[in-house]
């Protein structure tokens, strides 16, 4: 293969057009192959393939900066820039992310993982380089879903005032964040046309105005005339020239020869450039093409078959559904029974399991792309107005909008449900999308509720009270197929600030909220087998406002009282817990607490498994370290029980 024997990125700066085209198709097979054997992020990755390898034969990266938008499109840029043999890695502990990342590559300009930061970060850096005096360009590379986020408007609003000579911001536009794109600019984009602008003749023409060559009417009326050429050709001229931006495009961005024309032609403007460049997600493997929603993030797939890959074995059993399919289901149900419940997500239909609310009911279903903030607020209007909203919005991407949960919805108190789908470890999609945050920043806001079911079925229930609740409520629940429990009850209400006891014993309790709450009841047994003690576990399921009199009296009545959190601890379960016994018992019969949850480290990327034994509070590391710390309880040597994994340190 021509990529073989090629030194890159640079020896594509040597290469003729045809000669790039057979790079781009090298690694687009080469990357079919790669990601059907290790899954991750596959349909943006072969749309971007011509527009990756075109940037970096234009461009000297990387002392240019190229910033991908999100990262999701970056697979190509990894294989072109010294990783390409590691991708058989990708999102494994220990290997490639499956984002960018400084610390991983000195061409990975800037780390994202969520949508919408590339162009504040480009404005940055090519101010940085102005005020240096630097001829280094930055290229941000934005999707047409990343560019209805507000924070992206903010940056073209500030980047216009600015005067920035290297900058040349590139459009992906395929018509797709994640699920299809919403809302009036998305229509803008569908309507451009082609309309690239002669750059040359216009500073010929300029050139010779000024020498004296051209007199000044005439002048006036070449500029009118192609100002008003440009208008009709290129509504989206329109758009992006009012921020200070010169417009060029549309581009087709699987045509190498014109995304080089475009892009050079883009090199001689003297201002912030704007390149629109026209892709198709999943471009090269049909099934991607036909379904890029589908195709967006993979398993392993066969290749042949463009069908994924079963890890079932046999006859087994089929897996508990997800936790996202279980509350999208009892979603429509309840919706089918009350039409004033509203679904709102910030472009993860799919994701959120809101994808059936919008098959189901429509009327009752709304995706405002990707803008978290406005969707807060979008609900607490919602429910100004008699309407009961549920936003259904990944832990991670709930970080965008805490002033507005603080400001619009619990300082107003106001009947809003915040379903935390992703709470807790997420696995390979590593640190950037971690819910490990959202029981710290949500427990402090006055008249905020928080629960967190232990399983599938206690999610239902709490969807439905949630529902009957007068205030701001979360519930917060894990990625991952549930317990494996039966879904057949009837709808009750759980009681709200009451946990329940669910094993009564003595000397030792574990107190837990979420699915780690069966951890709980594991690390139980396993005493209880190999010790003759006999411990406490109470699910707390509520967890603002916490059972106060339950923490009480089990610590009362015990020696040690041990929490678990799929949380970091500061700020998490473990601590409301030690506030409880700090206030209400002496200290001098106050049991011993310890705390089991996420330390205070950025968690890599690894299956959850792993990243819960990372941070030491699987089943396997909470029993040796409980046959370590509580000997004089147990009375006997540590047993030879190893940690799953290495762990991570604070």
Excluded at 277 to 282: E, L, N, R
Excluded at 287 to 315: M, N, Q, Y
Excluded at 364 to 393: K, M, N, W
Excluded at 527 to 553: E, M, W
């Amino acid at each position: 293969m021509l990529i073989d024997s090629l030194a890159l990125p640079q020896d594509l700066r040597t290469l003729d057009d045809a000669s790039l085209i057979q790079v781009a198709d090298e690694l687009r097979t080469e990357l079919i192959s790669l990601v059907s054997q290790s899954g991750g992020h596959f349909a943006s990755s072969l749309g971007a393939t011509e527009l990756s390898v075109v940037l970096h034969a234009i461009f000297n990266t990387p002392e240019d900066r190229i910033i991908w938008d999100v990262g999701h499109q970056g697979y190509i840029h990894k294989m072109l820039t010294g990783r390409r043999d590691q991708m058989s890695s990708i999102r494994q502990r220990n290997g490639l992310s499956g984002f960018l990342r400084r610390d991983e590559s000195e061409y990975d300009a800037f780390g994202a993982g969520h949508a919408g930061t590339s162009i504040s970060a480009a404005v940055g850096m090519a101010l940085a380089f102005k005020k240096q005096e630097s001829e280094r360009y930055v290229v941000p590379i934005i999707g047409d879903g990343s560019l209805t986020a507000g924070m992206a408007f903010e940056a073209l609003n500030h980047a216009g005032s600015l005067d920035l000579k290297k900058f040349i911001l590139i459009l992906n536009d395929n018509e797709m964040s994640i699920s299809k794109n919403v809302g009036a600019l998305s229509w803008f984009f569908s309507k451009a046309v082609t309309g690239q602008r002669p750059t040359a003749m216009r500073k010929q023409f300029k050139e010779w105005h000024r020498q004296g060559y051209i007199p000044e009417f005439i002048y006036k009326a070449i500029d009118k005339a192609e100002e008003s050429a440009m208008s009709y050709f290129s509504e989206a001229s329109d758009l992006f020239e009012v921020f200070g931006f010169r417009y060029i495009g549309p581009v087709d961005g699987h045509n190498i020869p014109a995304l080089k024309k475009a892009l050079l032609n883009a090199k001689l403007q003297e201002g912030p450039v704007i390149v629109h460049v026209k892709t198709v997600k999943g471009k090269g493997f049909v099934a991607a093409e036909k379904d890029p929603l589908k195709w967006h993030g993979v398993s392993p797939f066969d290749v042949k078959r463009a069908t994924f890959t079963k890890t079932a074995k046999g006859d087994a059993p089929p897996p508990p559904p997800s936790y996202t399919k279980v509350f999208g289901q009892t979603l429509v149900d309840l919706c089918k029974a009350d039409d004033k419940i509203i679904g709102i997500t910030a472009a993860m239909p799919s994701g959120t399991g809101l994808d059936m609310l919008e098959e189901e009911c429509p009327e009752q279903f709304s995706d405002v792309g990707i803008c978290e903030q406005h969707a807060v607020t979008f609900a607490a209007g919602l429910a100004c107005e008699g309407y009961r909203p549920v936003c259904a919005i990944y832990s991670t991407f709930l970080q965008r909008a805490f002033d507005q949960v603080v400001h619009d919805v619990c300082i107003q108190n106001l009947p809003v449900v915040f379903a935390l789908d992703r709470a807790g470890a997420v696995g390979n999609d590593g640190e950037t999308h971690q819910g490990l945050f959202d029981i710290s920043y949500l427990r402090p806001i006055p008249n905020m509720t928080l629960l967190a079911p232990k399983d599938e079925d206690e999610l239902r229930h709490m969807l439905f009270t949630a529902l009957k609740h007068n205030g701001p409520i979360a519930i917060r629940y894990p990625r991952g197929n549930g317990i494996g429990v039966s879904l057949d009850k009837p709808l009750e209400l759980i009681p709200i600030g009451k946990g329940e006891v669910l094993r009564k014993g003595e000397r030792i309790a574990f107190l837990a909220a979420g699915p780690v709450t069966y951890t709980a009841l594991e690390v139980a047994d396993a005493i209880c087998s190999q010790y003759g003690i006999n411990p406490t576990v109470a699910n707390l399921r509520s967890v603002k406002p916490i059972d106060r009199k339950l923490i009480q009296q089990i610590g009362r009545t015990h020696d040690y009282v041990i929490t678990i959190e799929d949380q970091t601890l500061i700020g998490g379960i473990g601590s409301a817990v030690l506030e409880v016994l700090g206030e209400e018992i002496d200290e001098s019969t106050r049991p011993t607490c310890l705390r089991f949850g996420a330390l205070d480290v950025c968690t890599p990327h690894a299956s959850q498994k792993e990243q819960y034994a990372m941070h030491g509070y699987d089943a396997a590391s909470i029993l040796a370290i409980l046959q370590e710390r509580l000997r004089p309880v147990f009375g006997q040597s540590l047993s030879d029980v190893h940690l799953s994994g290495t762990r991570l340190s604070a």
